[in-house]
C-alpha cells in the first residue's frame, strides 16, 4: 500500500519540476495564473523535495516483499526439516 503513494508523490514531483522549466512553465502560466506568481526557482526545489520524499517512502515500502529465509532443522548431521526465519 505504501509503494503506490511513493509512485504518486515520484509522479507529483515530477509534475512540480517540469512546472518550474521555463518552457512548460510558458505552456501552464496563461492557463494557471498562481503559478506565475511562484519563482521557477522555489517550484523546482518544491518538486526535488516531494521527490525525495516519494523515494523514501519506495525504499522503505519495499521491505516486506523479501522472501522469508529457510533455515535447516538439523537431528544429529542429518536434516530433517527447514523452519522459515
Known sequence: MKR???YVLLLI??????LGVKP?????TPNI???????SLYLIIAGIV???VGGFILKI?????????EVPIYHGKNI?????H
Open 4 to 6: 503506490w503513494a511513493g
Open 13 to 18: 514531483g515530477l509534475c512540480i519540476v517540469a
Open 24 to 28: 512548460f512553465n510558458a505552456l501552464v
Open 33 to 39: 495564473p498562481v503559478i506565475a506568481d511562484i519563482d
Open 50 to 52: 516531494v521527490m525525495v
Open 61 to 69: 515500502g519495499g521491505r516486506g516483499a523479501k522472501q522469508l529465509a
Open 80 to 84: 530433517v526439516g527447514y523452519r522459515r
